[in-house]
């Protein structure tokens, strides 16, 4: 067995001179009880802005979500209830995601563009006994395959005021998210998050990027995934610091936001900095204190751009939806290019093969296992309890990791993960199309892009690529959909029969 990369790293995170041990993560109980703190001591202070209604103070937010808890309750829901919640960025929707939270619902956050087959496959899986949507058809797939039973509402939650129940008082063991992934293999799987997840994870951020309540964040990720809501919503709210919430990711709009409302944080997938960087305002930048980069590889030219142009040295750090936050360049010292840092507070990471091979991870930010799925969880592990994550790393001079790949079949387009079976399958159900296979291809403007490689069921009269592409695009995801289309005469193959997608990447 190897040894074990992290027992000291925590100390590059933290500034010199701190204690001998490492930080008690979990000494605040639960982000919702933090939060409440923090509200009581200092109502007053802005905490979010969005465009509607402008600035809500920590007092307003704490009233709000409250209210918001009396209503989910007095339609029924109680805490361990599953909540769908699939919407754009706004005030509503954190206060409703706010007050699930606090009254110990799950909440299930699901990506707004999902079509009715991914939205139900979710609700099969979850049993939500209700949904927050921002869209009334998706409100309807959603309740559909819920056989009709299921309580559908708007972020604004509008329904009759009740007494709230007992809030704020999840224990760190208590579920707080069910986020659906591909994980390693196969149709997405409910990763079941603790309160002590994401306290951990926040806590370790917190620390480490030295995040105070003078803070201001320009938070234009989709709150629907872990990074946007692990990291953005929760960092803010853990360190009493204050966020300016953008509906979605444009170059004007996230500089306009940092300059009005002297923001010192950015957070983005690295297809937001490489936009970033082409801007004629690139320079702009430079004005925040911290910007940091992840979910996908930033591109070592993007970070020399950014450093150049805006004199920003990009923080790149490494995470995923079963750990949330796990591994980050450290906020003094060296931020390595190509590199994702060093495991951060309270994480211990190993690599399989010693100093190279698949990234497997400990901790208290790691996830429990799987909503209902016994075998996905015990194949997830180890037998020692290490997280297998799928990612191949290795350890540079300096120690720091470098996500080599993944062993994993996963493509990463732009931040969001498609899994290359999914799309496969679907493309299979045209009858134009004897079969498919998928893979990630290069792409400077999403890392990676979705590319398929088809097989005609008549080869002399293939379909469309638009035909196909718009038989894809009623179905799936449209970041899911195949940017590139090959027909092909046949899939190589090897001895056993299996698709060699490495000569398809060629
Ligand atoms: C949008 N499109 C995409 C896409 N996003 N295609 C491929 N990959 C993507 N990521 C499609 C649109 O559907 C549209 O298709 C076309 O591209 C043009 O859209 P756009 O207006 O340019 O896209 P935009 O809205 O600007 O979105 C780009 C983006 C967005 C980068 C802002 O993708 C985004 O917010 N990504 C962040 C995802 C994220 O939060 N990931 C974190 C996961 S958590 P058409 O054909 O309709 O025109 C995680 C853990 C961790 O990974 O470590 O953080
Ligand atoms: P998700 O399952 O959507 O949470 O995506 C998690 C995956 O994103 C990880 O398993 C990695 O493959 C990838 N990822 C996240 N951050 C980085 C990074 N900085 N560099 C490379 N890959 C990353």
């Known amino acids: 067995m190897s040894e074990t990369r992290s027992s000291q790293s925590w100390r590059a995170h933290l ?3 701190t204690g001998q041990d490492q930080p008690d993560l979990l000494a605040a109980g639960s982000l919702p009880a933090a939060w409440r703190r923090l509200a009581q001591a200092a109502p007053g202070r802005p905490a979010l802005w969005a465009a509607e209604p402008g600035w809500r103070s920590r007092g307003e937010l704490d009233e709000a979500s409250a209210r918001v808890a009396g209503r989910l309750r007095r339609a029924g829901l109680a805490a361990g209830d599953r909540v769908l919640v699939s919407a754009a960025t706004s005030m509503d929707l954190v206060v409703a995601y706010l007050g699930a939270l606090r009254m110990g619902l799950v909440v299930v956050p699901v990506n707004t563009a999902y079509r009715e087959r991914e939205v139900a ?34 972020p604004e939650v509008a329904l009759p005021d009740g007494d709230p129940p ?55 990720l989709p709150l629907f995934h872990i990074h946007g809501l692990g ?29 009005d409302h002297q923001a010192t944080l950015f957070f983005g997938v690295p297809t937001m900095y490489a936009r970033l960087a082409a801007s004629p305002r690139a320079a702009e930048l430079g004005r925040l204190r911290l910007c940091v980069s992840g979910s996908a590889p930033l591109p070592p030219t993007v970070f020399e751009r950014l450093a150049e142009r805006a004199g920003q040295r990009v923080l790149e750090r490494y995470g995923m939806t079963e750990t949330i936050m796990n591994v980050s360049n450290p906020y003094d010292g060296q931020r390595r290019p190509g590199t994702v840092g060093l495991p951060l507070p309270g994480v211990e990471l190993r690599l399989a093969g010693g100093d190279q091979g698949e990234v497997l991870l400990r901790g208290p930010n790691v996830f429990s296992g799987y909503w209902g799925n016994p075998a996905a969880t015990a194949e997830a ?10 990612d191949l790393g290795s350890f540079d001079d300096h120690g720091y990791l470098r996500i080599e790949g993944r062993s994993k079949e996963l493509i990463i387009t732009g931040g969001y993960n498609v899994h290359p079976r999914e799309v496969e399958e679907l ?3 045209h009858p134009g199309v004897a079969e498919a296979a998928v893979v990630g291809t290069p792409s400077e403007e999403w890392g990676e892009q979705v590319t398929a490689f088809v097989v005609p069921a008549d080869p002399g009269a293939p379909p469309g690529r638009e035909e196909l592409l718009a038989f894809a695009a009623e179905r799936l995801a449209a970041f899911k959909r195949p940017r590139v289309v090959h027909y092909v005469e046949a899939l190589p193959r090897n001895a056993l029969g299996k698709v060699m997608k490495h000569e398809l990447r060629a």
């Open 231 to 259: 990291v953005g919503l929760h960092g803010t709210l853990l360190a009493g610091a204050s966020a300016v919430l953008l509906p979605r990711f444009e170059v004007g709009a996230v500089l306009d936001a940092a300059r």
């Open 427 to 429: 493309l299979g159900e």
């Open 166 to 220: 007992p809030l704020d008082g999840a224990g760190p063991g208590d579920p707080a998210l069910l986020c659906y992934t591909s994980g390693t293999t196969g149709a997405p799987k409910g990763a079941v998050l603790a309160h002590g997840n994401l306290l951990a994870s926040a806590e370790a951020l917190r620390l480490a990027w030295r995040w105070e309540q003078g803070d201001r964040l320009v938070l234009a």
């Open 381 to 390: 592990f180890d037998p020692d309890g290490w997280f297998r994550t799928g």
């Open 15 to 17: 500034p010199a001179g």
């Open 121 to 154: 496959h979710i609700v099969g899986d979850a049993r939500p006994r209700a949904a927050v949507v921002d869209d009334p058809e998706r409100g309807s797939w959603a309740r559909r395959a819920a056989g009709g039973d299921l309580l559908v509402t708007g």
